[in-house]
Structures are given as C-alpha cells and as structure tokens.
C-alpha cells in the first residue's frame, strides 16, 4: 500500500511569516498534486508537478518535487489569512493493479491576523 | 461550466432510511469519483467510474450503492446506515479515464455533509 506522510498536521503562525509542509512516501509516483480545501468545500486543485526535481512557482506558492519522485514540498512566503486551509498531497500511482490518486495525510494551516 | 454540483449540501438520516445523494458534472469528463471524508481527515477514495463503468469499488460496504446513469450524473444511493459513516460525501470528476498513470486534474464538488442518527 503506497502511503503518503505530511507533516506538519497543524501549523498555526502569525500573518506575514514563511512556512514549509513537507509530503513524504517510500513509494515513486508518476506525479503528484497539490490541493487547498477550505471548511465546507472540496478541495481545489493548486499544482501538479510531474518531473523529479521540478519547481513550479504559483504567486507565493512554491512547489518542488523531490528528484527521486517521493517527495514534494510547498512553501508559503509571507503568509496571509486567506491561506488557511488544509492543505493535501496526492500521488498518482499504482495499487491493486489500479491507478489511483492517493491523498496525504493532510496539514491543517492557520494563519492569525 | 467548469462545476461539479452535488446535492443536497446537508443531510440528516435515521439508520432505516434510504436516501440519495447527486452530482453532476457538464464539462464532458469521463471519469467520476466518489470520496468520503471524515473530520480533519484527507478523501478517502470509495468508487470510481469511467466511462459510465465502475472501475474501482474500495472494499464499500454494500449500503453504499452508486450509480451514473450517464456521462454528466452520479448517484450514491444509501441504505441502512450506521452512525460511523456521518462524514462529508465529496463527489469528482475528471477529464480521463482514470485507467492510465493519471495525472488528472480532479474537480470536486463542495460535498454533502451527511449525519446518520
């Protein structure tokens, strides 16, 4: 079974600071997707980053893919109220003989005025 | 149209009562995905279809029973539920077929919080 670690789960900082979630698997996955989910919604996706080591910039986002395809971070900078939310990795890769999106665990972020 | 509309948004049933939930798609994908989720937890996946066929069936409990009736309409008909399967019912879609390495874009609908009394 292909897990996928975040962490931190909770990350509670003050407006206009940096942050780093990190999203760690032992497993290759052919891609992997960032999503955003705000209380009451699904999840919206941000970014998906497909070649090892690939860094994608979105505004104050920024995404890396790990070189080996297990890993994949995203840093905040300057964080602002609108960016709490849960914060989900997911993999595509196979399982079961079928190719799935499989999500992390999950960072939950708060980010006070 | 770039929405996934699900139906209703909340949702209250006793364990003896069959309701349903909807969702519904017109951007053309051809793979919908059903998802629970509890509090504070990630989706988990619990059926896929593609092409209007169930693909993926994660081991569900059979009270649990979808259904697409076309290409733009999912359904999850509900029978007999327990207490522990209150959660928030997300409802996507995609463009492909959910059979290859996929690296689809996944459209979520803002879900249908259900609680089973």
């Known amino acids: 079974t292909q897990l996928l670690e975040q962490s931190p789960q909770f990350l509670s900082i003050q407006e206009g600071e940096n942050l780093t979630v990190y999203c760690n698997s032992s497993s290759v996955f052919s891609s992997l997707q960032w999503y955003r989910q705000e209380p009451g919604e699904g999840p919206v996706l941000l970014v998906t980053?497909?070649?090892?080591?690939e860094v994608k910039k979105l505004k104050r986002l920024t995404f890396q893919f790990g070189d080996a395809r297990k890993d994949s971070s995203l840093h905040i900078t300057a964080a602002q109220t609108g960016d709490t939310g849960l914060y989900l990795c997911?993999?595509?890769?196979?399982?079961?003989?079928?190719?799935?999106?499989?999500f992390g665990s999950g960072t939950r972020l708060l980010v006070r005025p | 149209d770039t929405e996934v509309t699900q139906t209703p948004k909340h949702l209250v049933m006793g364990m003896t009562n069959k309701k349903s939930l909807k969702c519904e798609q017109h951007m053309g994908h051809r793979a919908m995905y059903w998802y629970k989720q509890k509090a504070k937890k990630p989706p988990e996946l619990m059926f896929v279809?593609?092409?209007?066929?169930?693909?993926i069936n994660e081991s569900v409990p059979s009270r649990f029973s979808p259904e697409c009736p076309n290409s733009s309409l999912l359904n999850l008909h509900l029978h007999a539920l327990q207490p522990e399967d209150s959660a928030l019912y997300l409802c996507a879609s995609s463009q492909g077929a959910a059979v290859y390495p996929t690296n689809e874009k996944l459209f979520f609908g803002s879900g249908t919080q259900l609680s089973v009394l």
């Open positions: 980053v497909v070649t090892g080591g």
């Open positions: 997911a993999g595509a890769g196979r399982e079961d003989s079928s190719y799935k999106l499989i």
């Open positions: 279809y593609s092409y209007e066929k169930l693909s």
